[in-house]
């Protein structure tokens, strides 16, 4: 049976206004301006709300991206963190935001953050465009959280299904069509 049906889920409209009130909110979160934030893009998924996010920022920021991969061609947790691309920025001493598409069982996050943690940021957050608490195997909150969705696998606005559907403008729920 072929996965092929796009229901939208979250709208490209709801996805900006979201948006802006997370970079008012960080802009709120970090207002000195000689802290350094440093953006962290999870890749591939989060690519897509980087770009939007950081301009929805107003303070200055830097910007980095890594790659991790845990997941297979499917639509279930290998299990396994892979680190395919590391930063070409040092982090110590700044204000870590991690930048993810969605926190699912929150087994790459929590790889991420203690990777992470040893490279001595002032400190770290999580922004995640997604969130499926249902779903949490490690306890892991985002301080910028998107929306909360239900159990059900997304795609668009960066997120994928065998490397499809990621430049769709919307987040849509894939299903058996
Ligand atoms: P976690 O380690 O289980 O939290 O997995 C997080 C990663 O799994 C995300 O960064 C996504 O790349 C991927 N993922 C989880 N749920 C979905 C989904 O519904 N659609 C597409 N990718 C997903
Ligand atoms: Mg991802």
Redesign the pocket.
């Known amino acids: 049976m072929a996965l092929d049906k796009l229901t939208v889920l979250i709208s490209a409209e709801q996805i900006q206004n979201r948006i802006r009130e997370l970079g008012a909110k960080i802009d709120g979160d970090y207002p000195n301006p000689a802290e350094i934030v440093h953006l962290i893009c999870?890749l591939k998924?989060a690519y897509v709300f980087m770009a939007d996010l950081s301009r929805a920022i107003k303070r200055p920021v830097i910007v980095d991206f890594m790659g991790i991969s845990?997941?297979g061609k499917g639509k279930t947790?290998s299990g396994e963190v892979r680190v395919t691309k590391d930063l070409d920025t040092v982090i110590e001493g700044h204000h870590v935001i991690i930048v993810?598409?969605?926190?699912?069982?929150?087994?790459?996050?929590t790889y991420l953050l203690n990777l992470l943690d040893q490279r001595k940021p002032r400190s770290i957050k999580i922004a995640a465009l997604l969130d499926?608490p249902e779903r949490r195997l490690r306890p892991v909150t985002a301080a910028y959280a998107g929306f909360s969705i239900p159990d059900e696998?997304?795609?668009g606005y960066g997120?994928?299904?065998a490397e499809q559907y990621r430049s769709l403008p919307d987040v849509c729920v894939l299903s058996e069509g």
């Open positions: 999870i998924g845990s997941y947790s993810e598409d969605i926190v699912d069982s929150g087994v790459t996050l499926k696998f997304v795609v997120l994928d299904y």
